[in-house]
């Protein structure tokens, strides 16, 4: 079953990590995607520019509109994904607990339609 795991984090948080803590993570991000590629589970994922280059698009009416940033008002911003295939929900929430960002963010686990 595939699954996205979906990054959640303060981006201001970044704004405050020391040269050698944002090596750390960056170090710990590439082992943990070193080690789902390598366990097979791995379809895809990347990382996402920061939230004000968002731009929301609404159609309404025929109409399309756009707006610049995020859709919602929110402390935690979409930071990026993996989407993985494995057995079941508990692998899944196994893998999300080792994203290096649930440390201080969050990881939401959601099932793709198949």
Wanted: proline share 5%.
């Amino acid at each position: 079953m595939q699954y996205l795991l979906l990054i959640n984090s303060e981006e201001s948080h970044y704004a405050t990590m020391t040269e050698e803590a944002m090596g750390q993570l960056m170090a710990d991000y590439d082992k943990f995607s070193t080690d789902l590629q390598e366990s097979g589970a791995l379809l895809g994922g990347n990382r996402l520019q920061p939230s004000p280059t968002a731009t929301t698009v609404r159609v309404r009416n025929g109409e399309t509109m756009t707006t610049d940033g995020p859709f919602t008002e929110t402390k935690e911003q979409f930071g990026g994904y993996y989407l993985i295939d494995v057995p079941n929900l508990d692998d899944a929430i196994a893998w999300a607990a080792r994203v290096p960002t649930a440390k201080y963010g969050s990881v939401e686990v959601r099932p793709v339609w198949e």
